[in-house]
C-alpha cells in the first residue's frame, strides 16, 4: 500500500536525520548552536496538531498553557466595553454612554 505523503519524503527525512547525527558526531558545537532551530521545527508540528485539537486546545487554555496575559486580565478598555455590550442598547441614554466609552481614552 502506497503512503499519502509526497514522493520522496521519506528519503529526504533519512538524509535530513543522517545529515543532523553526522553534526553531532564531527562538530557538537555546531549542532548544539543549531538544535533551538532544530527543536522548533520537530515540536511544531505535533504541538499544532495537537492544540489543533478542540477539547485538548481548551484544556490547555484552562490550565494556562500558551496564554498571555491580555487573555487572562484584559485591560479596562476591554472590560468597559465588554459591559456596555452585554448591557444593550435601550435607549437614548445608552446610545450616549457608548459614545462615552468609545471616546474616553481612560476608562475606569
Known amino acids: 500500500m502506497k503512503s499519502a505523503s509526497l514522493p520522496g519524503t521519506s528519503e529526504r527525512l533519512l538524509r535530513f536525520k543522517a545529515l543532523h547525527f ?48 491580555a487573555e487572562v486580565q484584559p485591560a479596562g478598555e476591554i472590560r468597559a466595553l465588554a459591559r456596555v455590550v452585554r448591557s444593550g442598547l435601550t435607549n437614548r441614554a445608552d446610545l450616549t454612554r457608548r459614545r462615552e466609552i468609545w471616546t474616553t481614552p481612560a476608562l475606569v
Open 22 to 69: 553526522w553534526l553531532a558526531i564531527l562538530t557538537p558545537g555546531y549542532f548544539l548552536w543549531l538544535l533551538p532551530i532544530v527543536l522548533g521545527w520537530v515540536v511544531a508540528i505535533p504541538l499544532t496538531a495537537l492544540l489543533g485539537d478542540l477539547p485538548l486546545g481548551e484544556r490547555a487554555r484552562r490550565a494556562g498553557v500558551f496564554t498571555v496575559p
